[in-house]
């Protein structure tokens, strides 16, 4: 996914975050520290952060509980300072992908995740190579 | 790499009316905390439950679904929930990106 409005600088010299998280319940919070870091230097506005760091916490809770998600299996996290105010992340794990659908709006305390990274998020997908990368 | 989120509860009872205090950060590390000592206070059927989140961190989806969840139960079961909002704008932006801070029974609206 990516944050912000910037273009993309040139590939030489963009500040790039990549750690391995052990897939468990602490996986998230260490990725909102790491996140959070990463774009302690940047110029990043306190509102972005609030939002990117919300949608980092998202996408690795949904690594975690994901049912097919092997247990001692490992989450990837790349963060990728593209621009002044735009951040790209990847979050990978071994899962088996998902294809992502709408939120059901009857279905009320469920799905609030994907529909946060669906509005949030200025550009977001999911590949499936060796495992799932959202 | 080991960084336990600091999370606590701090309560208070003042005859039916019941009020927790949330300090750090809610998520899918310390969610059942939570969850089971809301169970727990409901159990002794309490006529309002309030929970002050003025010192909660941060919260994600994980957390919103608890609270939703009690909201939906307060009103089945006829007792009233109240939320404090946080101070905290990461704990806060979760509320306002779905709507939740104006469906939620906020005190007030969160800062």
Same mark, same amino acid.
């Given at each position: 996914?990516?944050?912000?409005?910037?273009?993309?600088?040139?590939?030489?010299?963009?500040?790039?975050?990549?750690?391995? $998280?052990?897939? &468990?319940?602490?996986?998230?919070? $260490?990725?909102?520290?790491?996140?959070?870091?990463?774009?302690?230097?940047?110029?990043?506005?306190?509102?972005? $952060?609030?939002?990117?760091?919300?949608?980092?916490?998202?996408?690795?809770? &949904?690594?975690?509980?994901?049912?097919?998600?092997?247990?001692?299996s490992?989450?990837?996290?790349?963060?990728?300072?593209?621009?002044?105010?735009?951040?790209?992340?990847?979050?990978?794990?071994?899962?088996?992908?998902?294809?992502?659908?709408?939120?059901?709006?009857r279905?009320?305390?469920?799905?609030?995740?994907?529909?946060?990274?669906?509005?949030?998020?200025?550009?977001?997908?999911?590949?499936?190579?060796?495992?799932?990368?959202? | 790499?080991?960084?336990?989120?600091?999370?606590?509860?701090?309560?208070?009872?003042?005859?039916?009316?019941h009020? @927790? @205090?949330?300090?750090?950060?809610?998520?899918? @590390?310390?969610?059942?905390?939570?969850?089971?000592?809301?169970?727990?206070?409901?159990?002794?059927?309490?006529?309002?439950?309030? !929970?002050?989140?003025?010192?909660?961190?941060?919260?994600?989806?994980?957390?919103?679904?608890?609270?939703?969840?009690?909201?939906?139960?307060?009103?089945?079961?006829?007792?009233?929930?109240? !939320?404090?909002?946080?101070?905290?704008?990461?704990?806060?932006?979760?509320?306002?990106?779905?709507?939740?801070?104006?469906? !939620?029974?906020?005190?007030?609206?969160?800062?």
């Amino acid at each position: 996914m990516t944050t912000g409005p910037g273009a993309p600088r040139g590939a030489v010299d963009i500040p790039t975050l990549r750690i391995k $998280l052990e897939c &468990n319940p602490q996986a998230p919070s $260490l990725a909102r520290a790491a996140i959070t870091g990463f774009c302690e230097s940047s110029e990043i506005s306190p509102a972005s $952060l609030a939002t990117l760091t919300l949608l980092v916490s998202e996408v690795v809770t &949904n690594a975690v509980v994901h049912p097919e998600s092997p247990p001692a299996s490992e989450i990837v996290l790349c963060a990728h300072h593209l621009a002044e105010d735009a951040i790209r992340v990847e979050v990978t794990d071994q899962g088996s992908g998902f294809t992502p659908v709408p939120r059901d709006p009857r279905q009320r305390d469920a799905g609030y995740g994907l529909y946060l990274l669906e509005t949030q998020a200025t550009r977001w997908g999911v590949e499936q190579h060796s495992g799932t990368r959202v | 790499m080991v960084r336990p989120t600091a999370f606590e509860i701090t309560e208070q009872t003042n005859g039916e009316t019941h009020l @927790s @205090s949330i300090v750090g950060e809610l998520d899918l @590390s310390t969610i059942k905390v939570l969850a089971r000592h809301v169970d727990t206070k409901l159990g002794e059927n309490p006529t309002t439950l309030t !929970l002050d989140l003025t010192d909660l961190t941060f919260m994600d989806s994980t957390g919103l679904r608890l609270l939703i969840d009690l909201h939906n139960r307060s009103r089945r079961e006829g007792w009233k929930l109240t !939320l404090i909002p946080s101070k905290h704008e990461a704990a806060n932006t979760v509320f306002r990106l779905t709507g939740a801070d104006t469906a !939620l029974p906020f005190e007030g609206p969160p800062s």
